[in-house]
């Protein structure tokens, strides 16, 4: 079993900024790639950002480029969000989730691509 634990939301007004972190642990997987999805209430999950484990090749939503930073601590099993400049648009609940390195045809903006998932939090941009 592989349990994804994320971190590090809260309430900040805009144009401040926060740090997500998620840590993968328990079983030895291979990791394909890491990613943040939010959802919002009423609104369908939705990629932020991912990054691949072995490369560490970034892909970002077009609606967080530039304001976002995915990175990832390999030795740890880590991987970070941080976020600038943030927007009451911004408020969610973010999830980390981890795709297992097999072959899938699933784009790595999919959230089906990912098997392991943490519970969120909640992050609240106030205008």
């Known amino acids: 079993q592989v349990h994804v634990v994320d971190s590090g939301g809260g309430l900040v007004q805009a144009g401040g900024s926060l740090r997500l972190s998620c840590a993968a642990s328990?079983?030895?997987?291979?990791?394909?790639?890491m990613a943040w999805f939010r959802q919002a209430p009423g609104q369908e999950r939705e990629f932020v950002a991912a990054?691949?484990?072995?490369?560490?090749?970034?892909y970002y939503a077009d609606s967080v480029k530039g304001r976002f930073t995915i990175s990832r601590d390999n030795a740890k099993n880590t991987v970070s969000l941080q976020m600038i400049n943030l927007k009451p648009e911004d408020t969610a609940v973010y999830y980390c989730?981890?795709?297992?390195?097999?072959?899938?045809?699933?784009?790595?903006?999919?959230?089906?691509?990912?098997?392991?998932w943490g519970q969120g939090t909640q992050v609240t941009v106030s205008s």
């Open positions: 990054i691949t484990w072995s490369r560490g090749y970034t």
């Open positions: 328990g079983r030895t997987f291979s990791a394909y790639a």
């Open positions: 989730a981890a795709a297992e390195n097999r072959p899938s045809i699933l784009a790595i903006i999919n959230p089906n691509r990912y098997a392991y």
